[in-house]
């Protein structure tokens, strides 16, 4: 017989001879034989003989059983046979029984290996799409095969899915398809992306029958002990086993053991650590009765993250005594005073909220040893008179404020206030104590309580707390020349209490103009912008801060503008605009308003947003001399159908609250912005407002920018409704968003940070940073920060230059202006600069300009090979600049894929 390529043909061409034929292909698979022959064409043949004679399918099928019982199959002919089988069940679904048979005998066959395995799984899974009845068989099937040595992680990973499938469409084969999990999970060959797989799929079978909790924590107990687990599987384990205990709060105990075995690995990283303490918060939270157990657990952890580990140990304090909590430390621990100085800052929080918590690790930078010397009674004694205070002014009922402290998270008036509420908490705490009360009674005729306390400085030292006291007493509130009562200014007020610090002591006690003037007396070391350099020390910026937000007011020179800064709006001897980027006011509008909104303020937020967020700037109205007399932090939300702008508030300082030649200019900017700027919906928020809102209508808020976030905004709560064009143009959807490129401030390092994740190779992803960074960003203006270069320009080095992937080749070409703007830098800055780059990336592209006369370089040999095994030269350049490259370079925008060191 020559082949069954052959065989093949002569059965489609001569029907009659098939039944013969087969008898010769049966006696050919049994033989030894067969390994002079091709078994996957074997099987593609027969695969071609069932669509040809479809009669014949029986007969087939007793081949392919034949067949896979050969000793000379591999993983190709598997691979072929389960393909064809598959195709069988769905042109003759009368053969599943016997297709399944098939099956079974393929997987048990030691030849196989991943790949095959891989194959007889997704067919399988097709197999109980077409015949829902079929999936007891395949269970049994899937048994076998996951007994197989030869599965991968790729192939098991496979068998979950599958099996995900099959439990969703069949609920009532859980209690089976558990069983194989706990097969699944037993196999070496798993890694932790099956792993983490396996622990999505078992999160789904206890949310839908929660009644398997039972089974489902054995199931994880098997997997958390598989040594293939890592950060990312392990924190998907703490995920489901939260949602276990969630549905099934009598599996606590239950639950703690799984994280006992999950906790002593050593592959656990912030982020697993993070999911781990969330849920172990949760259960102290729901079963308080359960502390001791999980103080043991959280200290007897592989890695132990204290901050995070505070979180739930300050719950656990609550119910247990210090010494008790601290019996759990084993005196030979390496980290004995670690821990107990943990424990010890746990028992000192245990009755805070947990955003006060979080406030002060971050307020303290995670110092347990500091924090464990603190005493917070007085803070929450401060902060239980603000809410009663900020009640009485909204008109919420005591009983209603109060009830933060059980369940903040519940308490709309702490939500919406939490982010001056925590600060100034602390503040009042560090500088009255318990005399903040008759502070408040001083401050409350003449101001609001957020404006009582925004203000005041953190952070005093400690000889200086109770001279600062004594001068807010003293200044505070004051006679004025009509013999009326009233307070300073407390944008001056502010000044002074971030300057009390540096104050001498005989300059403490000199009269409040003395004082401010000497606050106002600042010089900058340095300072690229002198006009914002003399804003800044107008006032009270300190050395420190300077450079930082120097550099947010330098990155906004280049931020597109959402709306026209040329366009005014005059009512008699008033004028409204929005102020263009490089206004040095801008950031810090709440010195001329007596507000929050300023670099250093509650409201930085926004007022940072105003200057660099290419969806946000600042409204104001100043009077015939140029001083402002109003305004708003403005920002509009396109990501709807239509353009949406809000008026965070409407700051007026003095006189002018309330007066109604502010709300014509609104009036007046509202209409432009929904006739002539197309705008759908213009609002006004309603916090801590300064103009008469009474004749607009309540109407639904508009969201914040996604980009913002859940930061500072007077208008989280209610909106009111300024204008309306209810004809106003529908967005174009279809556009890619802008992108622009701009220089990096002091904030953009987290999201550099994300970037640098994503480009770069496991072991390659911390961003590098000089010591005295300048660089470029670049923007998108939905997204932030997508890609940026990282130089010093003293030291003439480029130390890290990284872009997303999607950016890379979008129709913006954004790398190549991005990789262009860095060369016009350098060329700038002159002289001979170094850097180190990756041979596959800006290795070429460098080449690749050198070549167009752009630049010259010198390669200085491998500085490093990266974690994939790519080089990294080190080389020194320079750009070319003359007349015959100006015009090239022009046109030349290399596309950059990458980083420096990619």
Same mark, same amino acid.
């Given at each position: 017989m020559a082949d069954y390529v052959t065989l093949g043909n002569l059965i489609m061409k001569n029907p009659k001879a098939a039944l013969s034929a087969f008898k010769s292909f049966k006696q050919v698979l049994k033989n030894d034989d067969s390994k002079n022959f091709s078994l996957a064409e074997a099987y593609k043949t027969l695969g071609y003989i069932i669509k040809g004679q479809p009669q014949l399918a029986k007969e087939v099928l007793d081949s392919f059983n034949v067949g896979?019982?050969?000793?000379?199959?591999?993983?190709?002919?598997?691979?072929?046979?389960?393909?064809?089988?598959?195709?069988?069940?769905?042109?003759?679904?009368?053969?599943?029984?016997?297709?399944?048979?098939?099956?079974?005998?393929?997987?048990?066959?030691?030849?196989?290996?991943?790949?095959?395995?891989?194959?007889?799984?997704?067919?399988?899974r097709f197999i109980v799409e077409e015949q829902p009845q079929s999936a007891k068989e395949v269970l049994e099937i899937f048994n076998v095969g996951l007994q197989n040595e030869n599965n991968n992680f790729w192939s098991v990973g496979k068998a979950y899915e599958t099996l995900d499938f099959i439990v969703k469409a069949q609920p009532q084969s859980a209690k089976e398809v558990l069983e194989l999990f706990n097969v699944g999970l037993q196999n070496k060959n798993n890694n932790y992306s099956s792993l983490e797989k396996a622990y999505e799929i078992l999160d789904f079978i206890v949310k839908a029958q929660p009644q398997s909790a039972k089974e489902v924590l054995e199931i994880f107990n098997v997997g958390l002990q598989n040594e293939n687990n890592n950060y990312s599987?392990?924190?998907?384990?703490?995920?489901?086993?939260?949602?276990?205990?969630?549905?099934?709060?009598?599996?606590?105990?239950?639950?703690?053991?799984?994280?006992?075995?999950?906790?002593q690995n050593k592959k656990n990283t912030y982020s697993s650590l993070g999911k781990a303490y969330e849920t172990l918060g949760d259960i102290v939270r729901a079963k308080p009765e359960l502390s001791k157990e999980i103080t043991y657990l959280v200290l007897n952890s592989e890695s132990l993250d204290c901050p995070e580990a505070l979180k739930i140990l300050s719950p656990c304090s609550k119910k247990a005594k210090l010494d008790e909590l601290l019996s759990q430390v084993n005196e030979n621990d390496s980290q004995r005073q670690e821990k107990t100085n943990t424990l010890k800052a746990a028992y000192a929080l245990r009755f805070s909220t947990v955003d006060e918590l979080k406030y002060v690790l971050d307020k303290e930078d995670n110092d347990m040893a500091k924090i464990s010397q603190m005493r917070f009674s007085a803070q929450q004694r401060c902060m239980n008179v603000l809410m009663n205070e900020l009640g009485k002014e909204t008109g919420v009922s005591k009983e209603e404020s109060m009830s933060y402290r059980l369940a903040p998270?519940?308490?709309?008036?702490?939500?919406?206030?939490?982010?001056?509420?925590?600060?100034?908490?602390?503040?009042?705490?560090?500088?009255?104590?318990?005399?903040?009360?008759?502070?408040?009674?001083?401050?409350?005729?003449?101001?609001?309580?957020?404006?009582?306390?925004?203000?005041?400085?953190? !952070?005093?030292?400690?000889? !200086?707390?109770?001279?600062?006291?004594?001068?807010?007493?003293?200044?505070?509130?004051?006679?004025?020349?009509?013999?009326?009562?009233?307070?300073?200014p407390l944008a001056e007020m502010e000044i002074i209490s971030k300057n009390w610090n540096s104050l001498k002591p005989e300059e403490e006690k000199l009269k409040y103009k003395d004082i401010l003037a000497i606050c106002r007396s600042k010089k900058y070391a340095e300072q690229e912008y002198d006009r914002f350099a003399a804003e800044a020390a107008k006032w009270g910026v300190s050395e420190e801060q300077y450079k930082n937000f120097e550099s947010v007011y330098k990155a906004g020179l280049s931020v597109p503008e959402p709306f026209d800064s040329s366009k005014e709006f005059k009512f008699g001897a008033y004028t409204g605009r929005f102020l263009p980027r490089d206004d040095v006011r801008t950031g810090f509008f709440g010195g001329y308003t007596d507000?929050?909104?300023?670099?250093?303020?509650?409201?930085?937020?926004?007022?940072?947003?105003?200057?660099?967020?290419?969806?946000?700037?600042?409204?104001?109205?100043?009077?015939?001399?140029?001083?402002?007399?109003?305004?708003?932090?403005?920002?509009?939300?396109?990501?709807?159908?239509?353009?949406?702008?809000?008026?965070?508030?409407?700051?007026?300082?003095?006189?002018?609250e309330k007066n109604p030649v502010v709300n014509k200019i609104y009036d007046m900017v509202g209409k432009y912005l929904t006739?002539?700027?197309?705008?759908?919906?213009?609002?006004?928020?309603?916090?801590?407002?300064?103009?008469?809102?009474? !004749?607009?209508?309540?109407?639904?808020?508009?969201?914040?920018?996604?980009?913002?976030?859940?930061?500072?905004?007077?208008?989280?709560?209610q909106q009111v409704l300024l204008c309306e064009n209810k004809h106003a143009s529908e967005l174009d959807k279809t556009a890619e968003s802008k992108r622009f490129i701009r220089d990096i401030c002091f904030l953009d390092e987290d999201a550099m940070d994300k970037v640098s994740e994503q480009c770069f190779p496991e072991g390659d992803q911390t961003l590098m940073m000089p010591d005295r960074p300048s660089g470029l960003a670049l923007v998108d203006e939905y997204k932030g920060v997508v890609g940026y270069c990282l130089y010093d320009k003293d030291e003439k080095h480029i130390y890290d230059m990284a872009v997303l992937p999607e950016y890379r080749k979008d129709k913006n070409a954004s790398s190549g202006k991005l990789f262009a703007e860095t060369m016009r830098r350098v060329k700038e800055l002159g002289g001979e600069w170094h850097a180190e780059l990756r041979d596959k990336t800006t290795y070429r592209y460098l080449d690749v300009m050198a070549k167009r006369g752009l630049v010259t370089y010198e390669t200085h040999g491998v500085d490093r090979e990266m974690s994939d095994g790519s080089k990294v030269y080190a080389v020194s350049f320079k750009p070319v600049s003359d007349e015959r490259t100006a015009k090239r370079e022009s046109n030349v925008a290399p596309s950059l894929h990458g980083s420096t060191r990619e």
């Open positions: 896979l019982q050969n000793e000379n199959n591999d993983k190709f002919s598997f691979m072929n046979a389960y393909t064809i089988l598959g195709g069988i069940i769905e042109e003759q679904p009368q053969l599943a029984k016997e297709v399944l048979e098939a099956f079974k005998l393929g997987v048990q066959n030691e030849k196989n290996n991943g790949d095959s395995l891989f194959d007889a799984y997704e067919n399988l599987s392990l924190g998907k384990a703490y995920e489901t086993l939260g949602d276990i205990v969630r549905a099934q709060p009598q599996s606590a105990k239950k639950v703690l053991e799984s994280f006992n075995i999950g906790l998270d519940d308490n709309d008036l702490y939500k919406n206030n939490k982010d001056w509420l925590l600060p100034a908490s602390f503040k009042a705490a560090e500088i009255f104590g318990c005399y903040f009360p008759s502070y408040i009674k001083m401050a409350e005729k003449h101001l609001s309580i957020h404006d009582a306390v925004y203000w005041l400085p953190e !952070k005093l030292h400690a000889n !200086k707390k109770d001279s600062f006291a004594s001068f807010v007493q003293r200044n505070l509130v004051y006679m004025n020349a009509e013999g009326k009562t009233v307070a300073r507000c929050c909104q300023h670099f250093d303020g509650v409201g930085k937020a926004c007022a940072i947003s105003t200057i660099k967020d290419p969806y946000s700037q600042l409204f104001v109205i100043e009077n015939k001399d140029g001083r402002i007399i109003s305004g708003s932090w403005v920002w509009e939300n396109t990501e709807g159908k239509y353009r949406d702008v809000c008026f965070d508030n409407i700051e007026a300082i003095g006189d002018y006739n002539e700027a197309s705008c759908h919906k213009v609002t006004i928020g309603v916090g801590y407002q300064d103009a008469d809102i009474s !004749k607009y209508a309540p109407t639904e808020s508009i969201s914040l920018p996604q980009a913002y976030g859940d930061k500072y905004s007077d208008a989280k709560g």
